[in-house]
């Protein structure tokens, strides 16, 4: 049987380890940052037409960051950064991140202008079916956050800077000073100045911007720290460049069609009763906390790892996206299982305030639920593709997105108005058609990665027994919980989600710990799948949806 690094090495495996840890702290302060942003927001804005116009108005400009942000960056510069640093030529490295830095900063000049001038006819082409002054606003939106969106762009290249040095908190933890000055202008606007609705929306946006510089700028201590040689410049001829757009082009391609997806999303998403992009907001804000805390921390800390261990350990790779997609698992099943069943609480206790009443709550939930119904396909493909990334191998991922994106699209199209028919009071039910498409075509795109890394890697384990008792772990915790539920006299939202939530967390945590299958449990990396460690590769799970949330 092959040896994984982390049998031959245990300093390797503990560096993953304490890596996704601090991806994880940082991206935990940065979550809960986030949700008290929203439940600021929803206070003042609920589902009214400004709500609407917020989420469309991060979404448009959305596009920088997407095509040349977090992924698209750790997918081109940190496998040949990470290399040169593990080959010790660290001169060469600040070389690269400096031309990779020069080009953003043109690039991404270029692209803040063009935004600014084309937002009028964008705004008009994808909502055509909002009336004249729900579009005034979100244009006026549109423009100022495309400048937020621009400094999100420069500080995903410092976080792909710091995770090849394994500074992973800093850079996970930055977004939190990003939500503080949003949270700020509201309460200053609100409370303070008594700002309308209106004005208050554009105060917001502002403090966004103000949010993305300093989350740029409290990275860079780190960054300049740790770079050698760095020269900033923006020449093709530096070491790696070349590759690095290579590599960079397929990605790019993907991420537009990704784009695209999301604009055909809000395209139909206007067309369904007000507020439908709102609740997708809310609910991908609670949908993304254990993507990004799981699937992502796993995914960022073993990216430069596999990076850097791709020549000497190919053949046991497969024993290494086994252990982190087993980690994944672990807490990605119980968030999924509790937010289809008990959803409905956790949304009342972050957002029932305000603006944001029990219809909001009814409808929120329904996004969610269906949205959840793909949380590990989503969570666990981030892993999967990381592992390609570090193959230097990202057409594949790309090719699949192209086919994710289309199958979601077609669902959520013939999903959304049979749904928009059913709802709560105002509130309607459409928006769940578009998560309920993103979740079935996030786990025909796992599916296809995990199918494509095995022919690359040769099989690797199934999660088999492991999985199956995980799953049971989760149905336990949820009878209890449930039964809780039944049993409670009415006692707030909060009071309520903490009773209902907090036992089905501690139950699952201590089955699954009698069960031996917690996430630190012997053999797992490969217990499950024989043996010898090894099985099939097929039947588990996948990647998010069209139009699913990006990185707010």
Not at 6 to 35: C, K, M, N, Q, T
Not at 153 to 172: D, I, P, Q, T
Not at 267 to 292: E, R
Not at 503 to 524: E, I, K, N, T
Request: one cysteine or more; hydrophobic letters at 55%.
């Amino acid at each position: 049987m092959t040896r994984s690094p982390d049998a031959a090495d245990p300093a390797s495996g503990d560096r993953r380890a304490r890596g996704a840890l601090w991806v994880a702290a940082g991206i935990f302060l940065s979550r809960i940052s986030g949700l008290v942003r929203d439940r600021v927001f929803a206070h003042y804005f609920g589902t009214s037409l400004y709500a609407d116009a917020w989420r469309a108005a991060l979404r448009l400009p959305n596009v920088l960051q997407n095509l040349l942000g977090e992924g698209t960056l750790s997918a081109s510069f940190i496998p040949i950064y990470a290399e040169c640093l593990e080959e010790g030529r660290e001169e060469d490295a600040g070389r690269f991140a400096g031309a990779v830095l020069g080009i953003l900063f043109l690039v991404v000049g270029l692209l803040v202008l063009l935004g600014w001038v084309l937002a009028p006819w964008v705004v008009a082409l994808i909502f055509s079916a909002w009336e004249p002054e729900k579009q005034a606003i979100t244009v006026e939106l549109v423009r100022i956050l495309f400048f937020m969106t621009g400094l999100l762009v420069l500080s995903a290249w410092a976080l792909g800077v710091l995770n090849s040095h394994r500074k992973f908190f800093v850079s996970y933890v930055a977004p939190v000073f990003w939500n503080l000055a949003m949270i700020a202008a509201m309460v200053v606007g609100g409370l303070r100045l008594g700002l309308g609705e209106r004005d208050l929306v554009v105060m917001l946006a502002w403090g966004a911007v103000v949010g993305g510089a300093l989350q740029l700028a409290v990275q860079l201590p780190w960054v300049f720290s740790s770079l050698r040689g760095f020269r900033l410049s923006a020449s093709r001829r530096v070491e790696g460049v070349d590759e690095a757009i290579r590599n960079f082009t397929p990605v790019l391609a993907a991420r537009g069609v990704i784009n695209l997806s999301g604009y055909i999303d809000m395209f139909l998403a206007a067309w369904l009763a007000g507020g439908a992009l709102a609740l997708l907001g809310y609910a991908q804000t609670l949908y993304m906390l254990p993507i990004s805390l799981f699937g992502m921390s796993v995914a960022a800390a073993e990216l430069p790892e596999l990076s850097r261990d791709r020549t000497r350990a190919l053949e046991a790779m497969g024993g290494l996206v086994d252990r982190a997609l087993s980690r994944v698992s672990y807490w990605v099943l119980p968030t999924a299982v509790g937010y289809v069943l008990f959803g409905d609480h956790l949304v009342a206790a972050i957002y029932q305030t305000g603006a944001f009443g029990s219809e909001q709550v009814v409808g929120t939930y329904a996004v969610l639920a269906a949205y959840s119904l793909g949380l590990m396909a989503s969570s666990r493909s981030r892993v999967l593709s990381s592992a390609f990334y570090a193959l230097h191998d990202t057409r594949t991922p790309a090719r699949v997105a192209y086919l994710r994106v289309g199958v979601s699209a077609l669902l959520g199209a013939a999903l959304m108005f049979p749904l928009d028919l059913l709802g709560m009071g105002e509130v309607r039910f459409g928006a769940a058609g578009l998560a309920l498409g993103a979740s079935v075509a996030a786990w025909m795109e796992f599916a296809l990665l995990r199918k494509h890394l095995g022919a690359a890697l040769g099989a690797f384990p199934a999660a088999g027994r492991r999985g199956w008792l995980r799953f049971g772990s989760a149905v336990v915790a949820s009878a209890v919980a449930g039964g809780i539920e039944l049993a409670l006299p009415e006692m707030g939202p909060i009071r309520e989600g903490a009773a209902i939530l907090g036992p089905f967390a501690l139950v699952y945590l201590g089955v699954s710990r009698v069960l031996g299958v917690g996430p630190g449990a012997a053999g797992d990396a490969g217990a499950d799948g024989g043996e010898d460690g090894r099985g099939g590769v097929d039947g588990e799970d996948g990647a998010g949806g069209v139009g699913g949330p990006g990185r707010e």
